[in-house]
Nanobody, 123 residues
Framework: QVQLVESGGGLVQPGGSLRLSCAASGRTFVAYTMGWFRQAPGKERDFVAAIGWRRGNKDYGDSVRGRFTISRDNAKNTVYLQMNSLKPEDTAVYYC????????????????WGQGTQVTVSS
């Protein structure tokens, strides 16, 4: 089992930045691919970013590429999502997820999920 706890969400103005954190506990964090997904009210869950466990390879959703950066600190069992140039359409609940295999953009491929953290981009 892996437990995931997100933090760092909040209210930010358009053009601002936030950094989300996801702390993992339980089984060996270093062996898991970590992903971020988001879901806005009335919309489907969207892939945001993921980082592999073996080579640290990364992938991003088209809507965040160039603005968001995913990273991980295996010593702290934590994955981060640095979000810059935020837009109102980035408003959503952001979820951290983990899986035992390589990077995937599909939420159904992930085995463990956090409870989510709200990000609101508004003036």
């Amino acid at each position: 089992q892996v437990q995931l706890v997100e933090s760092g969400g909040g209210l930010v103005q358009p053009g601002g930045s936030l950094r989300l954190s996801c702390a993992a506990s339980g089984r060996t964090f270093v062996a898991y691919t970590m992903g971020w997904f988001r879901q806005a009210p009335g919309k489907e869950r969207d892939f945001v970013a993921a980082i592999g466990w073996r080579r640290g390879n990364k992938d991003y959703g088209d809507s965040v590429r160039g603005r968001f950066t995913i990273s991980r600190d295996n010593a702290k069992n934590t994955v981060y999502l640095q979000m810059n140039s935020l837009k109102p359409e980035d408003t959503a609940v952001y979820y951290c997820a983990a899986r035992s295999y390589g990077v995937s953009i599909h939420g159904d491929d992930y085995d463990y999920w956090g409870q989510g953290t709200q990000v609101t981009v508004s003036s």
